[in-house]
């Protein structure tokens, strides 16, 4: 909560133009247009820490349903490739290659999570895999997409602070419409989530164990995949590819409260939210008015915490 707070006030009151809380909530309250602050307030920063947080959110979220239908420590929707799709197509934009309007570029970052997540869902649909082929699979997957990613940006003449918003994170593009897309699409995967929670636990215990509950595990996982695909896909029509907070959120929530589904997707989901809301304000604080790529702040942190926990995971 104290980081979520602290979070808020330097994303509302610090950046290039600094200014006091007193002013923000005063230019806010009279709307008055004509004042540049309040352009600054609503139409920059006030999006940008919407869209920071529901990226950390949907990330978290999408983390935990891979690990979930993978029973693989390692899943993360972009070690998996399941957001691979999406960094294809905003690859082509990045680089100028084609033109898109926002919600074609959202609408094709869709398709092409679905499009991964689906060749995801057929390699497991009917055949129990262990953990650890799963997790061999979604990394080739992963590298596939994230090399046919480069590729396209390589082939463009792009900037490299560009290329590292798609590559490794950023949130300077953030707006009221991309924030419109993407809480869509995450309230959206809550609700379904939510629906389909009963089912989710019993994954962890093999298909086998599964089946006896009276779960289909094939069916469960369909599930699971796609949404943590379209979340992944909007995550990164948002923000790029952001690493990390998918595989760490779970497994901090995991040590918190165990394997209770219910509880564990809704506390994977603030941490995500609240982690990628603080690595933002540090991206772009840092070196102001230079900004760093989000991606690698979240890196900074979550390796250390993964090399810990990763230390202390018992593998069976």
């Not at 084609?98 to 092409?112: K, M």
């Not at 082939?155 to 949130?171: D, T, W």
């Not at 595990?217 to 995949?225: E, Q, Y």
């Amino acid at each position: 909560m104290l980081l979520t707070v602290i979070s808020v006030y330097w994303g509302l009151s610090k950046g290039a133009y600094d200014n006091s809380l007193r002013e923000v909530f005063s230019v806010l309250i009279n709307r008055d247009q004509e004042n540049i602050l309040y352009t600054i307030i609503w139409d920059i920063r006030i999006p940008r820490i919407l869209c920071s947080f529901i990226v950390g959110c949907s990330l978290g979220l999408s983390g935990a349903l891979i690990q979930f239908s993978t029973r693989s420590p390692f899943g993360d929707p972009h070690i998996f490739g399941v957001g691979g799709g999406a960094s294809f197509f905003k690859a082509f934009v990045v680089a100028g290659i084609i033109s898109f309007s926002n919600i074609n570029l959202f609408l094709s970052s869709v398709i092409g999570g679905l499009v991964v997540s689906s060749i995801l869902v057929v390699i497991l649909y009917k055949k129990d895999f262990p953990p650890i082929k799963i997790t061999i699979i979604g990394i080739a997957l992963g590298a596939i997409s994230v090399a046919l990613s480069t590729g396209v940006v390589s082939y463009g003449k792009v900037f490299p602070s560009q290329a590292l918003g798609l590559i490794s994170g950023s949130f300077s593009s953030s707006s009221w419409e991309i924030l419109i897309y993407t809480f869509f699409v995450f309230v959206l995967s809550i609700a379904i989530s939510i629906f389909f929670i009963n089912s989710f636990t019993p994954l962890l215990l093999g298909d086998t164990l599964a089946k006896t509950l009276g779960v289909n595990p094939g069916k469960s996982r369909l599930v699971c995949i796609t949404i943590a695909g379209v979340l992944a896909s909007t995550s990164v029509y948002a923000a790029g590819i952001v690493g990390f907070v998918g595989l760490l959120s779970p497994h901090i929530a995991r040590n918190i409260i165990g394997n209770d589904s219910k509880k564990l997707l809704i506390l994977t989901i603030l941490i995500g939210g609240v982690f990628v809301l603080f690595a933002d304000q540090i991206a772009r604080s840092l070196f102001s008015p230079t900004e760093l790529p989000v991606g690698m702040i979240t890196t900074a942190f979550a390796a250390p915490l993964m090399i810990f926990i990763g230390y202390r995971l018992k593998l069976k």
